[in-house]
């Protein structure tokens, strides 16, 4: 009987330490968006038959991108105040941006200051990466051999900076460059969480890149995840 | 004892008048002394030193803060602990200082031995030498034998000296090691508290003390008063005092103390830190205090030391009032050297930096010298530098063949009425000729001109339009074609660098439009307007779209009615300025009607000067009918005639009102008509009058040393020239060059469908071929739909515009025949990256029309004939380096390759090698190029 | 009510006025001397002055003209000026009283009794001096010097006003050819001036203040003095402005004013207006009228004058004496006879002979 009570015991400590940590300083929600999705346009890629190869449907512009239950897709969430004074390490996994189909993936991500970018050009036609930050030094990379990749380190923090291909100007994409960890870009489910926050209270906000930011205060304890949600109206 | 008399004084009284006397006049002469000493300079170099240590005292204070006391509390703690061992060793001190003293004193006597030996050694020699010389031989043996005797004393002197010297070092380095660690203890404390220790000695220096009390007191201050009046003699520049040049002396700094040092920007004034130290005052900058002063830019008396003396002038009425109430201003009455206000002071740039087209870094001045180039100051008023000056109005020799006359004479009656943004002035009906009798006089002399203008010109032929022309085509013309690179027109005003088309329905016919914009020059040979190369639709086309708009209330002004009698009157007035009476009544009667109107407008032209800014017939040499202004800004403001209007004496104020109201003069004036004043009326605003008062007092007489204005080298000579151009023909109107935007870029979404960038022209492009497009333009960008039209410049002007682009990316003349010379193993690299690079992808030599312009770029079979083939390399290198946001990517990211297989990955080679390819590049290649590849894999 | 006097002053002051004005104020001192010098009328008369000044001064214009420094002595002049010729006067009556009485003058009374030098005269010296270098202190520090800018060449000052002690004499340019007032007549001043003393050797009023036995010699001395001295300095000084036009004590300065003068010359009255002749072409000829005149002036009137009311004069010094006496009076005269006639009649010249640059 005693060794099964201190087993019970030791497991529940054990679940409450793991649940306690596991859900400490966490903050999740999803975006959604109000009323009728626009219609996507459809991209014309004509210009470059390579490209028009690629895709045997239309594509559709990913401005704005709505999935079920009126879910936005491609919405940028990070803290934007809450951890002045605190420094956080470079993380050295690179984050990928692929060229595929003509078209850049992901449309929108976040990557750390110093973090090093991932450009791989997956298609068989020439490709020009041209960044347009405008706190870092405006870059634009040529990328003709398919399959080479090029990679590339912000210096300074910007929300968010763009990415434009001179030979394709549909293609777009958009990087939010943060100082810290803390951010997450919703996917096809409009969901977006961000994970291992300290105890405290944060700015949050919420960027697309039609319909602008959102802010919103949350207060982050270990003891259970936050929630927050936004909506765009168009 | 004398008896009383009245007339004999009372000694007592005396005695009180004495009394009373001799106190007054000590108290007067104490008043005296203390007028004198007290200076209005002393109050204020007392108000720095309090303010400065003030400021001191708050840097020490956050000094202090920023200490780390922890550690300066654990190297004092150390130091007290290395004193006390080093106590410990006191006795041992004591007895080596003992010993270092009585070293001392040997080595001093020893010195002083050696020393006189040493005289004595040199003394013999001399003799030695002497006798041996006069050949006396015994003499010379005896000295001979005294300085050898003497040699070994000295040697063992010596040695001896040597000892002593190294015994006492040795002392004292046993002492030094026992104080060793106390004393490196003590650096670094002082390392520490560095700025305190600085700042506490200069918070004492500025604190008042005895001593400075004393050396500053009257009467005593003549010895080394800290208080002192600070000057800077300059050896260049000179005061002119009417037939004798003094050197400047400037005394400004006694009073502005803080000026040249960064760190007072915040203090009050006088003490404020100058704005633009780098540019101004301090030691590096080109114009460093001691070589230039201050009042070579600011004017004022530099050798006064009182506020009112050096001739401060107030920017405003309200400045003035303050003034008068605090430092008991009053207007000096100096005409030579007055201050100029602070927003005029750029007017004093060009003393020095004449021979340019707008003078770098005073943007106030460059804006006034181009309201003076753009509205024509030069075509009535001769200002030296100015004569070769373009007319700005259009020309009049042709003019029947363009306007009808009731629309000359609305307009001359008020050009404004036609349209508001018109350069032309308005001549007639304004302040000084309103009243009736002058109006009728004004209104026959407009008739009169329109029918002298309508005989006297020439009439040119003009064909018929070939169609009709479409009006909404011809709107997306205008919009798209070039016009807005000068017009405002459509309802876009990016440029108003030529005339505004608006109202040219009720002006011109579409013959003479559509002669116009095939040929501008056909109708005006002088004109600055280019030629577009227009095709007969697109001409037709603007022509339907320009003449649709009409001004009908321009239209529906009322022609004045010109009376017979006044006509008559007005010729008879200038007639009888050269015949008398009776002669010029029969000069008149045997005038027709018509003969006088055209007589009158003659005559009225002359007087009015219209051919200063307009070339008319038969006036091509007539002398302009205002003032010269060559000296304006040195004129004497007694030459200035103020009227009868109460305006400050100043030569700025009187400008400013000329500028803005310039018949006011005549206000409360009996004047003749013809007596009146005959400035026109700009309809300048404020600030335009303000920048042209600017550049009206930087005409100045006053002439620099040589040595000390700034003489344009070669290059920079050309530039100027260069930038003449380009101010007369606007190319800045749509080409980004030479440090301006492009004013046409922001109609422009996509940038890549603007005019392109020309910075760094010069190098990119070969000389030769410049001058040729320059002369007739070719395509290069065929997506652009604005086209570069055809100015026709002569061979000077294009030989200028060259050298101007060339010198303004420094460009070097080199002879040297640059022309790649490949090899076949660069040939074959460079084909072959050029293939893998995808280059013809962007670079298609026959593009599908309607493509976006960031899909497209300049055709490579130009290269060879248009490029520089080392700017080639440079671009492949790098192409955001040359043009920063240019569309073309870079490929050799961080050095590298991404072919490393060719050419050993060296990019420099490999960028080498595309040249060289692109040097053998053409038709057929580009042909070759465009069929669709087979990618390969990398 | 003040601007009101201002411009009737303004108004009342013209060359004319103020020259008649001062010859009947002096012709009244000069014949009541004993009434003008008694109390009353004295502190009456002290009393107007300052009370002009006073109004005068709360004016801006005429504040800034008489404060300014160069003019503070002039003014300062004026009040000494008067003061000494009041104080003169009143002891000449007392005296003249005290001789018709049969007493000696006040100084050989005050003569006979003597006193020691120190302290009645250093004494008082010393601390007269003292008060004078109070003045010159004060003076140091409330009047500075009037320093003016860099002279221009091509800006002559307007009104451009010799030193104080010659203004009398560019008064006199208005009336006269420069070389009559500027040479002639200086030159007549200066020997006049010394030959003085020579021409009047009467000893009996010799140390003492006196008027009655000094009439003549008195009157015509301060005549000179007073009114074709001092006056015309009052007058350069502070009542001609721009263009030497006159301006009334309150009126501003304005250098446009322009007042028509139109003069002309005997020769011109005599041919031209009365006989309507052209003039001669004849230098001499034309202005034979004007010499004659001339000439008759100095030649006449002395004669006359030796046998009726100089008689006395002439029998006390000789013909000589006499002679030179009389023709430097004639030339006294002769300036406000010219004045007059300026005034009256608008003549310019009574001889012009512009060839020689001679005028008169």
Not at chain 2, 427 to 436: A, K, W
Request: aromatic share 10%.
């Amino acid at each position: 009987m005693k060794k099964i009570a201190k087993v019970t015991l030791t497991t529940l400590f054990v679940l409450a330490v793991w649940s306690a940590s596991s859900y400490a300083g966490m903050v999740s929600g999803t975006v959604k968006f109000d009323g009728a999705a626009p219609e996507a346009a459809v991209i014309s890629m004509d210009a470059d038959p390579t490209c028009a190869g690629a895709h045997s449907e239309s594509v559709l512009s990913e401005e704005v991108v709505v999935g079920d239950a009126g879910a936005l897709q491609n919405v940028f969430v990070y803290v934007k105040e809450g951890l002045e004074g605190q420094t956080f390490d470079t993380p050295s996994t690179p984050v990928t941006l692929d060229q595929k189909g003509c078209q850049y993936k992901p449309h929108v991500f976040g990557v750390q200051v110093g973090q090093p970018v991932d450009i791989i050009n997956s298609d068989p036609t020439l490709h020009n990466v041209h960044g347009l930050p405008k706190n870092s030094k405006e870059f634009n990379l040529g990328m003709p051999i398919p399959g080479m990749r090029v990679k590339r380190k912000f210096d300074s923090a910007e929300v968010m900076v763009k990415f434009k291909c001179d030979v394709h100007p549909w293609m777009n994409a958009y990087v939010g460059v943060v100082s810290h960890p803390f951010f997450s870009t919703t996917g096809s489910d409009g969901s977006f969480e961000i994970k291992d926050l300290p105890a405290g209270s944060y700015v949050l906000e919420a960027w697309h890149e039609k319909y602008g930011t959102q802010t919103m205060n949350v207060t982050v304890d270990d003891a259970a995840p936050q929630s927050a949600s936004f909506t765009f109206t168009g | 004892m004398p008896g009383k008399s009245p007339s004999l004084y009372d000694l007592k009284k005396t005695t009180v008048w004495f009394a009373i006397s001799s106190l007054v006049l000590l108290i007067s002469l104490v008043a005296m002394v203390l007028e004198d000493s007290t200076r209005e300079w002393k109050h204020w170099q007392k108000e720095f030193v309090t303010y400065s240590r003030e400021k001191a005292e708050g840097e020490l204070q956050k000094a202090r803060k920023a200490v780390d006391q922890k550690k300066l509390a654990a190297l004092e703690a150390q130091l007290v602990e290395a004193h006390m061992s080093a106590n410990e060793q006191k006795s041992k001190v004591r007895e080596l200082e003992k010993e270092t003293a009585a070293l001392a004193i040997k080595i001093t006597q020893t010195t002083m031995r050696y020393q006189n030996e040493k005289q004595f050694q040199d003394s013999d020699r001399y003799f030695l030498e002497e006798h041996r010389l006069h050949h006396e031989d015994e003499q010379a043996a005896e000295f001979a034998k005294r300085m050898e005797e003497r040699a070994p004393v000295i040697d063992s002197l010596k040695r001896d000296l040597e000892g002593l010297q190294a015994e006492d070092d040795a002392r004292k380095e046993s002492i030094n090691e026992i104080t060793q660690k106390a004393r490196e203890l003590t650096r670094q404390i002082q390392q520490l508290t560095e700025s305190i220790t600085r700042l506490e000695s200069t918070v004492k220096k500025l604190s008042p003390n005895v001593a400075t009390a004393i050396l500053n007191a009257p009467m005593l201050d003549f010895m080394k008063p800290t208080l002192q009046i600070q000057q800077i003699v300059l050896e260049n520049l000179y005061d002119d005092y009417f037939f004798k040049k003094s050197n400047k002396v400037d005394r400004c700094t006694t009073c502005h103390l803080g000026i040249d040092q960064t760190g007072f920007e915040d203090a009050p004034k006088p003490f404020q830190t100058h704005p633009r130290l780098e540019l101004f005052l301090s030691a590096n900058s080109p114009h460093p205090a001691e070589t230039f002063g201050c009042t070579t830019c600011h004017g004022g008396s530099g050798q006064s030391v009182s506020f009112t003396t050096a001739a401060h002038t107030p920017q405003s009425d309200e400045q003035a009032a303050e003034w008068k109430k605090d430092y008991g201003w009053r207007e000096m009455t100096h005409a030579i050297s007055k201050m100029l206000p602070l927003s005029y002071t750029e007017a004093s740039c060009t003393k020095c930096h004449g021979g340019v087209v707008d003078v770098p870094q005073a943007p106030k001045l460059a804006e006034g010298r181009r309201l003076a180039r753009t509205y024509g100051c030069a075509g009535c008023h001769k200002i030296e530098g100015f004569e070769k000056q373009w007319k700005v109005g259009p020309s009049l020799e042709h003019v029947q063949s363009k306007l009808e006359p009731d629309w000359i004479i609305r307009w001359l009656m008020n050009p404004k009425e036609f349209r508001a943004s018109t350069k032309m002035p308005r001549i007639f009906h304004l302040e000084n000729t309103s009243d009736v009798k002058s109006a009728e006089k004004s209104d026959a002399s407009i008739a009169g001109i329109a029918a002298y203008l309508m005989k006297n010109s020439d009439p040119i032929a003009l064909g018929s339009l070939p169609t009709k022309g479409n009006p909404e085509a011809g709107e997306a013309l205008v919009k798209e074609v070039g016009c807005l690179g000068c017009h405002t027109a459509a309802g876009v005003d990016a440029n108003n660098f030529g005339p505004e088309l608006t109202g040219l329905g009720s002006k011109v016919t579409p013959e003479w439009l559509y002669a116009w914009l095939k040929d501008p020059k056909h109708y005006s040979s002088e004109t600055r307007m280019p030629n577009m190369r227009l095709s007969n639709e697109e001409a037709a086309h603007i022509t339907a779209y320009l003449l649709e708009d009409r001004n009908e209330k321009f239209e529906s002004i009322r022609l004045p009615i010109v009376k017979s009698e006044v006509v008559d009157g007005l010729a008879m007035m200038f007639l009888k300025g050269r015949l008398r009476y009776d002669d010029a009544q029969a000069k008149l009667n045997a005038m027709s009607a018509q003969e006088r109107l055209e007589f009158i407008g003659e005559k009225t032209i002359v007087h009015q000067g219209c051919f200063g800014c307009h070339t008319i017939h038969g006036f091509e040499d007539t002398k302009p009918i205002g003032t010269e202004l060559t000296d304006e800004g040195s004129k004497d403001v007694h030459k200035l005639d103020f009227g009868l209007i109460h305006l400050d004496h100043t030569r700025q104020a009187w400008f400013y009102q000329k500028l803005k109201e310039p018949r006011i003069f005549d206000r409360g004036k009996e004047k003749v008509y013809h007596e009146k004043l005959r400035m026109p009326d700009f309809g300048f605003n404020d600030d335009q009058a303000e920048r042209l008062t600017t550049f009206l007092l930087s005409l100045q007489k006053e002439d620099i040393p040589l040595e000390m204005s700034k003489q344009l080298d070669l290059r920079e000579q050309e530039i100027e020239r260069g930038r003449y151009l380009v101010a007369k023909f606007n190319c800045q109107g749509c080409h980004t060059l030479d440090g301006q935007e492009g004013k046409v870029r922001k109609v422009f979404d996509d940038a890549g469908n603007a005019p392109p960038l020309l910075t760094g022209e010069g190098k990119k492009v070969d000389g030769g071929w410049l001058y040729d497009f320059l002369e007739k333009p070719v395509t290069i960008r065929p997506w652009l739909s604005y086209r570069m039209p055809t100015f026709e410049f002569d061979e000077e002007s294009l030989t200028h515009i060259v050298r101007y682009f060339e010198n303004l990316s420094e460009v070097p003349i080199s002879y040297k025949d640059d022309t790649p010379k490949p090899t076949a193993e660069n040939i074959e690299a460079g084909k072959k990256l050029f293939k893998a690079f995808q280059c013809i992808k962007c670079h298609k030599s026959n593009p599908e029309p309607g493509l976006s312009a960031s899909f497209l770029a300049p055709d490579l079979v130009m290269t060879k004939s248009r490029l520089r083939p080392d700017w080639v390399v440079e671009w492949l290198m790098d192409p955001q380096a040359l043009q920063e946001g240019t569309m073309m990517p870079t490929f050799f990211y961080d050095g590298q390759s991404p072919m490393p297989e060719i050419l050993g990955g060296d990019a420099l080679r490999q960028s080498e090698a595309i040249r060289d390819y692109l040097w053998l590049f053409n038709a057929e290649e580009a042909h070759g190029a465009a069929q669709p590849q087979v990618p390969q894999a990398g | 009510m003040g601007e009101a006097i201002k411009a009737a002053i303004d108004a009342f002051a013209s060359p004319v006025s103020i020259f008649v004005g001062s010859i009947l104020v002096f012709a009244v001192f000069m014949t009541f001397p004993k009434q003008c010098t008694t109390r009353w009328v004295s502190a009456v008369f002290a009393v107007l002055f300052l009370a002009f000044f006073a109004f005068g001064l709360t004016d801006e214009h005429f504040r800034g003209i008489v404060t300014k420094p160069d003019n503070v002595p002039i003014v300062a002049m004026l009040f000494i000026f008067g003061y000494f010729t009041w104080f003169a006067m009143k002891k000449a009556v007392d005296n003249d009283e005290r001789i018709a009485k049969g007493e000696p003058p006040w100084e050989k009374t005050e003569a006979d009794e003597k006193v020691m030098v120190f302290p009645y005269l250093i004494y008082i010296e010393f601390v007269v001096a003292l008060f004078c270098s109070i003045g010159l202190v004060l003076w140091s520090i409330f009047l500075k010097a009037p320093l003016e800018e860099p002279a221009n060449p091509t800006i002559s000052p307007n009104p451009s006003k010799a030193p104080w002690y010659f203004l009398g004499l560019q008064e006199m340019l208005v009336y006269f050819d420069p070389w009559i007032a500027g040479v002639l007549l200086p030159t007549f001043i200066i020997l006049g001036l010394c030959a003085l003393p020579y021409i009047d050797r009467d000893t009996k009023t010799s140390g003492f203040y006196s008027y009655a036995a000094r009439k003549m010699p008195i009157m015509f001395f301060m005549f000179g003095f007073w009114i074709l001295w001092i006056l015309l300095i009052i007058v350069g000084t502070f009542l001609r402005g721009p263009n030497w036009n006159f301006f009334g004590p309150f009126e501003v300065w304005d250098v446009h004013k322009v007042v028509p003068l139109v003069n002309i010359n005997l020769s011109e009255i005599i041919f031209i207006k009365w006989l309507s002749q052209g003039l001669p072409s004849n230098w001499f000829l034309r202005e034979a009228p004007g010499i004659l005149i001339v000439l008759f002036y100095f030649a006449v009137p002395p004669v006359l004058m030796a046998k009726t009311v100089c008689k006395k004069i002439y029998e006390k010094v000789g013909p000589e004496r006499y002679g030179v006496f009389i023709i430097l009076m004639l030339m006294m005269l002769a300036l406000p006879i010219k004045m007059f006639l300026r005034w009256g009649f608008n003549l310019k010249y009574i001889v012009a002979i512009p060839e020689f640059f001679f005028n008169i």
